[in-house]
């Protein structure tokens, strides 16, 4: 269906050129995060026993899933012939810092509960500013991908901990180092920027007003989103502890 819709964006890419760029840049972005997120389950396949069938074939879905989502960004950055986008440094590193998680139960936290919370919130952003069947659909399909990744995460967490409560401390530790990750990578001016012209639709500067109070509720709501994972995974209120609500009241 996604192959099909692809041809509308031909003709509305001369037509809005300032929303194309952005949206390539946007893409561009998540293209990075999602090569990044097939590799985190890439790293610990390997290592599950054979006996834990459902979990290792969990994980190698995710792959698939993030490999149709960088074909997919990667496609429509392309589709325009703008070429791709520029990279961030900020979201490399982050993401660089994410996938160095030193057990399974802080890679899974890292990536399906911190990551795919502010992925899911980014694709979700993109479809409800999408011109085009095309980008709404693609988005749409990507966000229920990432959907089940932090389903998978919230759960994963719960059950963690109600055999082994003694961990809450050490997770909650990994997130205290960590969480300032999400900024990185959703905060970083290669998103942030082109969600503000996608949300304006234009470079006035009263447009861009309004583009920047879209990003900031967006920001908010993917926090506040987050945060509430993370208290129904089982790791308490994290209002007092993460840096994510006081970047908001700056």
Not at 52 to 74: N, P, T, W, Y
Not at 87 to 116: C, D
Not at 134 to 150: C, N
Request: charged content about 20%; aromatic content about 8%; proline content about 4%.
């Amino acid at each position: 269906a996604v192959d099909v819709a692809w041809a509308e964006l031909y003709g509305g890419a001369a037509a809005h050129p300032i929303h194309e760029a952005a949206m390539v840049q946007a893409c561009t972005l998540l293209e990075e995060v999602a090569l990044v997120a097939m590799e985190m389950p890439a790293r610990w396949v390997f290592v599950i026993n054979q006996e834990f069938i459902e979990l290792k074939s969990f994980l190698c879905a995710q792959m698939i899933d993030e490999a149709r989502h960088v074909e997919v960004c990667r496609k429509r950055a392309l589709v325009s012939e703008r070429g791709l986008g520029r990279a961030s440094v900020s979201a490399e590193q982050a993401l660089k810092e994410l996938l160095g998680a030193e057990t399974y139960p802080e890679a899974s936290l890292g990536g399906n509960l911190l990551l795919g919370s502010f992925v899911l919130a980014m694709y979700r952003a993109l479809a409800v500013l999408a011109t085009t069947r095309a980008d709404r659909l693609w988005a749409t399909l990507a966000m229920q991908d990432v959907a089940r990744s932090v389903a998978y995460g919230v759960a994963q967490v719960r059950y963690h901990l109600a055999h082994q409560p003694g961990r809450a401390p050490v997770l909650g530790d990994y997130l205290d180092r960590t969480e300032h990750t999400a900024a990185g990578i959703a905060g970083s001016p290669e998103f942030l920027e082109p969600l503000v012209v996608l949300a304006a639709g234009s470079v006035d500067r009263d447009a861009l007003a309004r583009g920047s109070a879209f990003a900031r509720r967006w920001f908010a709501t993917a926090v506040g989103e987050y945060l509430e994972r993370c208290a129904a995974a089982g790791l308490g209120d994290r209002r007092t502890r993460s840096p994510l609500p006081r970047l908001l009241a700056a």
